[in-house]
């Protein structure tokens, strides 16, 4: 090798080290950051909150059953599935548990069940696939709605609300 070439070799190599060394205290530097999540906190026990978020990933589960009956029509399974989360699926928490949650969720959550029934009854009467996807849209805005409200903290001191 040249000496010219040596030298650019060495000046390279030089930067990558402080590279490396600049990156390496960056991350060790305390980076402020803001309170990370502002939404309103639901205060359940460890085995309330799993109950909570299985419903929820039932409704997602639902909702992927659905939208993948709506390209084929089949109103029948869209039906049967959006049953399985109406009025009849909100008994499925305790009530110990629903009387620890404010009001305007338990209002927010009965208007996801009563969608899920409506979508189930008129797949049957209606059967028209534009309408259901129209449906599941609102159906989306009010899922969209509490999440942008509550978060679920684990506590102990969770009392209940009247
Ligand atoms: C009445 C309020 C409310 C409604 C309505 C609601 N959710 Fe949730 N959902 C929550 C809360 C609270 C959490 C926990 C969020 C957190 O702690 O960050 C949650 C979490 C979830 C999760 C995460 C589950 C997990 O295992 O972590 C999914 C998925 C979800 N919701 C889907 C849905 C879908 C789909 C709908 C509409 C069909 C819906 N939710 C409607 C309140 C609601």
Known sequence: ????YKHIVAVTFGAVL???AALASGSTKHVPVKQADQRAPL?????????????MRNFLAVLQIITDALPREDMKEI????????????NEIPPVTVAKLPEEFKVLAGGVHTLFDLIALDAESLADPKHTVSQVSELLQKCNACHG???????P?????K
């Open 1 to 4: 090798m040249k000496p010219k």
């Open 18 to 20: 402080l590279a490396g």
């Open 43 to 55: 205060v359940l026990l460890d085995a309330e909150r799993h109950i909570v978020l299985e419903e």
């Open 79 to 90: 039906a049967r599935a959006a049953r399985t989360m109406g009025s009849g699926a909100a």
């Open 149 to 155: 409200i509550y978060q679920i903290k684990v506590g």
């Open 157 to 161: 001191g969770a009392k209940a609300k």
